[in-house]
């Protein structure tokens, strides 16, 4: 088999697809699956999406690479447009999420260098959180599946569990530069922190002299129904890393900053050889056309009510298969009462694709783009999976 050629890192499922369509994936065999797993929350405006293919065309027919040696337009307009939008003044470019983490981990160890405390490198964490594969991300997220094996743990880590303010207080010591956590955990199986949390880790901050990381790689660009899930709570962040939606399915990701907390970011301090590439600014100015155009976040929350009005009723009706609702906006989660790998099975069979989490939960994360009728769609094919579920167990017993 050809996928020996590959490293065995991925358990994939047996599914080739070979076409998108806005919220559909067509298969090598021509069957079409409702796509809610949309690739983890990366094609927000769906497959194949007109404005933004055509945006790729044009720049590939122009210029496909420079290096940040040289000023790139591109990057200047999409960081002009994203600092109008948030709390930042700066962006810095990168290719993926654990890139953003990257350079947002840095950006806070050199505030606090710069400032005259380089002894100050500790961040604190959340248990559950994830952050990312690379060997600082994965110190971060502190999870030990994905540890174990590489070696010492990247010093400067610091977890506690997640919306413990205690935990919090009693953490922070003269060594202590920051304070990360994702607003909503994707991964650790759709677990929102409350926005009084978030905004006591804004106070706990401003009072230590730490600097506030955001990880919105999952949870930003429209995802929760606002560009970015922090606006829910009225807490700002000083740093915030993000990814997935921002680029639509092409490897993009962008680390936001405060001038204030990016000042230690100096000439020569950081790089990277693709981030910001012009193909990448291209597609990524016009993913964000498309999200902040008029009443385009305004459509997610209303699907978002289908959804969950919808998940609701099933929960009522199937509560020995759905045990809870969880979520914001289309970062949507279920929580199975039996082993969520059998619900996902059943899901993918009545051809609806979904994501697995932490917590025995699948994340459907459908596109921005999905209208009430595809939402309605997906819930009846929920139905399904959850009735063949169910029919399975019966006859199991019986
Ligand atoms: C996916 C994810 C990352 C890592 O992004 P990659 O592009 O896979 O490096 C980091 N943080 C969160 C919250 C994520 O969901």
Redesign the pocket.
Known sequence: MAEAALYDTYSRAPLRFERGEGVWLISETGERYLDFGAG??VTSVGHSHPHVVGALKEQADKVWHLSNIYEIPGQETLAKRLTDATFADKVFFTN??????ECAIKTARRYQFSKGHPERFHIITFEGA?????LA?IAAGGQEKYLEGFGPKAPGFDQVPFGDLDAVRSAITNETAAILI?PI???GGVRPATNEFLKALRAICDEHGLLLIF?????GMGRTGKLFAHEWSGATPDIM?V??GIGGGFPL?ACLATAEAASGMKAGTHGSTYGGNPLAMAVGSAVLDVILAEGFLQQVRDVSLVFRQGLASLKDRYPDIIEDIKGEGLLLGVKAAVPSSELLQAIRDAHLLGVPAGDNVIRLLPPLVVTADEAREGLARLERAAESVRAAKVKKTA
Do not use: I, N, P
């Open positions: 983890v929350a993926s999420g654990a890139e953003a983490l994830f952050h990312g594969r690379t991300t994702e955990q994707g991964e990880d919105e790689v999952q949870t890393a990814a997935k990701g």
